[in-house]
T-cell receptor
Framework: GENVEQHPSTLSVQEGDSAVIKCTYS??????FPWYKQELGKRPQLIID?????GEKKDQRIAVTLNKTAKHFSLHITETQPEDSAVYFC?????????????FGSGTRLSIRP | GAVVSQHPSWVICKSGTSVKIECRSL??????MFWYRQFPKQSLMLMAT?????????EQGVEKDKFLINHASLTLSTLTVTSAHPEDSSFYIC????????????????FGDGTRLSIL
């Protein structure tokens, strides 16, 4: 089955600087890669996603890149703000399968220093 | 749109009690629902996938007789933790996926607010 690895587990950056979180996946059939932000005690919220037919996607301060050959994908947050502090999870899914279950990475706790 | 309601949000009960958690899709029909468990400072671990009207598919290592899942309608799935023990204490989150409104075959999952279960 699919296995998603995520690094780093914790990340602290100065407010205004950029943050990068990296993930790898094992199943070459995976074609959908969402990123979730989870604040303490709350539900995961989808912040951006990318499909395997594109290499990069951007939404304001957030961007994701995908390298299908290497099975790597990354989240980039620019001009970080205090409200970006949260736990971020990458995930992978094969939307073509009947289950299309999403497998999550281990999470990155991002802290923004004022 | 695409709201998922999970109830209760918080449960404290004695060891040996069975606890039922409900997951409802409020404004869409959920053909598939997923149940996750999350321990403190850890990731979401998929427990099982449930499709309306059929038996749930459990992930490896998850006891189906311990965690009973029912998905009797397109808007409701329930997870029952039977004879709960302290080691079952965790944060349980459901998510629901619609078969409608898919864009290019990708169907987003919508998460409930989670249920914090504490077994004394």
């Amino acid at each position: 089955g699919e296995n998603v690895e995520q690094h780093p587990s914790t990340l602290s950056v100065q407010e205004g600087d950029s943050a990068v979180i990296k993930c790898t996946y094992s199943d070459s059939a995976s074609n959908y890669f969402p990123w979730y932000k989870q604040e303490l005690g709350k539900r995961p919220q989808l912040i951006i996603d990318i499909r395997s037919n594109v290499g990069e996607k951007k939404d304001q301060r957030i961007a994701v890149t995908l390298n299908k050959t290497a099975k790597h994908f990354s989240l980039h947050i620019t001009e970080t703000q205090p409200e970006d502090s949260a736990v971020y999870f990458c995930a992978a899914s094969n939307s073509r399968s009947s289950a299309s279950k999403i497998i999550f990475g281990s999470g990155t706790r991002l802290s923004i220093r004022p | 749109g695409a709201v998922v309601s999970q109830h209760p949000s918080w449960v404290i009960c004695k060891s040996g009690t069975s606890v039922k958690i409900e997951c409802r899709s409020l404004d869409f029909q959920a053909t598939t629902m997923f149940w996750y468990r999350q321990f403190p400072k850890q990731s979401l671990m998929l427990m099982a996938t449930s499709n309306e009207g059929s038996k749930a598919t459990y992930e490896q290592g998850v006891e189906k007789d311990k965690f009973l899942i029912n998905h009797a309608s397109l808007t409701l799935s329930t997870l029952t933790v039977t004879s709960a023990h302290p080691e079952d204490s965790s944060f349980y989150i459901c998510s629901a996926r619609t078969g409608q409104g898919a864009i290019n075959g990708y169907q987003p999952q919508h998460f409930g607010d989670g249920t914090r279960l504490s077994i004394l």
